[in-house]
């Protein structure tokens, strides 16, 4: 059974207040916070390593490149990739669903081909998508959810796959796991539809590879983007896994040092995999923590966790529905996400007056607008979960919310 009292005990940042209030973090699906282990390798690789790597051949370069490479093999590792060179490190998902777009996609979308998308997607693994069919008129379709607006659970309509992935598409782009409403999706059966018709698979694992992890090979995706700092890690990294094959035949990204082989004033040509897609120093300090970050989810397991969300989901949806005509979306399996709205009450006023009671709660479109157009609001009060949290934090926050309806007078 996972402890999240002890967890928390890893986790400085619960030491301090907020408001003169124990803080009750709730934003997770935002970021997440970060553990000692995690700090403590930002601090010791900049006071022991700090080096560039890759090109020197001093003690320092050779330690901090052995590091950083080192925490790409157990990336691959986590996710079931073939091999370190599947992974590619950019800033954040969303860069790494750009390089997809501005490579691949360069080379294999043409005019009237077709682009996939679901009903449910952060604009993340959005926008890139409508830029790149704007500037190949190409296709945009959007896979719908089925029910309407009050019944939404933010399933997609399996029903209508083959209606929606028809031989014209290309390249089919899902998330995993819903930001707002926590719904999983069924990638298998995606996938699965994507293959009769051969087209490219790309995952936006940003929130399904922290909550549910990922197995790359066993779901055989073609590209999974994530970031570490939804999973306990540092800002800054991003993670693109991209099977060998495709990665090979792509483009570069962007240009420059450390993506090129031999380079003469009018030419040039492209390193190996993967550092063909990392031009320029990398964020080496941030990358080497981010493994203590993979270390940390190690030392969970994804049966637990899911439990766990499973757990205070169904505790958070039994006390918000206890409030009269709360409106709460979503699915009751959601994983570790509840999203709400108080009647009449703008979701910032409900974050603001959550926030006097130390507790952080997200409120708004949450980079889904999308999605709020099909439940038919601007927006909404959100809870995500981690591994630190526990009935005492939804306690607190219910509490709180108790503030809402007093000053709303409802
Ligand atoms: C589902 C989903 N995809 C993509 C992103 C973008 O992640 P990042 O801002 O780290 O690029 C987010 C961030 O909230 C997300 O929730």
Redesign the pocket.
């Known amino acids: 059974m996972l402890n999240p009292l002890h967890i928390k005990k890893d986790f400085p940042i619960f030491e301090r207040q907020v408001n003169g209030k124990p803080l009750v973090y709730l934003d997770n ?2 970021t997440t916070q970060k553990p000692g282990a995690v700090l403590d390798a930002l601090t010791e690789y900049y006071s022991t390593m700090n080096a560039n790597i890759h090109r020197g051949v001093h003690t320092l370069s050779e330690e901090a490149t052995a590091a950083y490479e080192g925490v790409r093999a157990k990336v691959a590792a986590f996710i079931g990739a073939r091999e370190p060179a599947e992974i590619v490190f950019t800033r ?4 790494a669903l750009n390089l997809i777009a501005y490579t691949w996609c360069e080379q294999n979308i043409y005019s009237g081909d077709e682009v996939v998308v679901s009903e449910l997607e ?1 604009h ?2 959005l926008v890139p998508w409508q830029e790149l069919c704007r500037r190949k008129k190409a296709v945009l379709k959007i896979l719908p959810l089925d029910g309407d607006a009050k019944i939404c659970d933010g399933n997609i309509d399996v029903q209508r796959l083959d209606e929606f992935i028809t031989e014209k598409c290309k390249l089919v782009a899902v ?1 995993q ?3 707002v409403l926590g719904t999983i999706v069924p990638l298998e059966k995606i996938i699965k539809r994507a293959r009769e018709v051969g087209a490219v698979v790309v995952i ?1 694992g ?2 399904g590879v922290p909550h549910l992890g990922i197995d790359v090979q066993k779901l055989d995706c073609d590209f999974l983007a994530f ?1 570490s ?2 999973m306990f890690g540092p800002t800054g990294v ?1 993670i693109l896994y991209g099977k060998r094959e495709l990665l090979e035949k792509m483009p570069p990204f962007l240009f420059g040092g450390d993506m090129v082989k031999e380079v003469t004033a009018h030419e040039a040509n492209w390193n190996e995999l993967p550092w063909k897609f990392e031009a320029g120093t990398p964020n080496i300090a941030d990358v080497i923590a981010f493994g203590k970050a993979i270390e940390f989810m190690e030392s969970l397991n994804f049966e637990e966790i899911r439990s766990h969300e499973k757990e205070l989901v169904k505790y958070a949806r039994q006390k918000l529905s206890e409030f009269p005509g709360m409106q709460i979306y979503g699915p009751a399996s959601s994983a570790g996400i509840v999203s709400f709205n108080v009647p009449g009450v703008h979701p910032h006023d409900v974050a603001s007056i959550l926030n006097e009671a130390g507790v952080a709660v997200r409120a708004g479109h949450h ?1 889904a607008q999308p999605l709020m157009q099909k439940l038919q609001v601007p927006a909404t009060t959100r809870m995500s979960f981690s591994v630190y949290n526990d009935e005492g934090d939804v306690d607190t926050a219910v509490e709180a919310l108790k503030n809402v309806y007093k000053i709303f007078k409802l």
């Open positions: 699906a935002s954040n998902a969303t860069e952060h993340s693994n998330t796991l819903s930001n936006d940003a929130q970031s700092h939804k991003g980079c």
